[in-house]
């Protein structure tokens, strides 16, 4: 008997796993915990951008930083290049359709960071006075 193969989304990459592969949760906290990574994302969620364009977008990233972390979110088909040849060629970068099917969880992630998170200035959760009876 075998078991049926459950259904794939049409947005999803088809990456071969093998039986040590760590699981699918496992890798997406490895991605998003890569400093930057993130704010990158959520940066080019705004729209197409050149390089210059993401520096702004993210600030206090180096741009030795955003090259390889453009680099690796390329390698990993979450970002797109697209270079525009000519005497100033400009490279202007992009979600993928694998980028943009991530904005949704991110979001998620967002508002729930917004919602329960304390902010650098309070105190943490369980700093926090208690309620009087």
């Not at 075998?2 to 906290?29: G, L, M, V, Y």
Request: aromatic share 4%; net charge neutral.
């Amino acid at each position: 008997m075998t078991t049926p193969e459950r259904p794939r989304s049409a947005h999803r990459c088809e990456h071969p796993q093998s039986a040590d592969s760590p699981p699918a949760i496992n890798r997406a906290f490895t991605l998003l915990s890569r400093h930057w990574n993130g704010l990158i994302l959520m940066a080019l969620a705004k729209g197409p951008a050149d390089f210059g364009q993401i520096r702004e977008r993210v600030p206090g990233i180096s741009s030795r930083t955003l090259t390889q972390r453009l680099a690796e979110l390329t390698a990993i088909d979450l970002v797109v290049q697209d270079v525009r040849p000519g005497p100033s060629a400009r490279t202007r970068y992009a979600l993928s359709p694998h980028g943009n099917a991530l904005l949704i969880p991110l979001a998620v992630l967002f508002l729930w960071a917004e919602d329960h998170l304390p902010t650098s200035d309070s105190p943490a959760p369980d700093q926090r006075a208690a309620p009087d009876p």
